[in-house]
């Protein structure tokens, strides 16, 4: 059987597009899902949804979702490595969401180790209170 180069350059064009086609998808979705922390926020640049929510924190609540204060697991290891129980998650309410939203806030067990979300866990930025 002969092959001609123009056949063998149809060949590998086929494959490098299913190639493409079907391991494409999944590198963009890991890309996708990736989360980060990205630096600091300054707790007068949050919403002020988000300083409720610090409050009720402060108070021990009482909050205004059942899953508010749950232990936030950390699957991704985007938030500095922890015991399993060390970090907990809050609503941040988001006005005219019929539901929790994506907004919360993801305490430590350190004083004043409070990270903001708005992206329901893609980013994270550590509250810095001193502003």
């Known amino acids: 059987m002969r092959i001609t180069l123009r056949a063998l350059r149809s060949r590998a064009a086929a494959v490098a597009v299913a190639t493409a086609v079907v ?8 890309t996708e899902a990736r989360a980060t922390v990205s630096g600091t926020v300054c707790y007068t640049a949050l919403p002020s949804q988000a300083h409720d929510t610090l409050d009720l924190i402060d108070a021990g609540g009482p909050f205004p979702y059942s899953q508010d204060g749950v232990v936030f697991q950390n699957r991704e290891g985007v938030l500095p490595s922890q015991s399993a129980s060390y970090y907990h998650e809050y609503t941040v309410i988001t006005p005219g969401s019929s539901t929790r939203g994506a907004r919360r806030i993801v305490t430590g067990t ?4 409070d990270y903001y979300t708005a992206d329901h866990y893609v980013t994270f930025r550590l509250v810095d209170f001193n502003c």
């Not at 350190?110 to 180790?113: D, F, G, L, P, R």
């Open 110 to 113: 350190k004083t004043a180790e």
């Open 23 to 30: 391991v494409a998808p999944s590198v963009l979705l890991a």
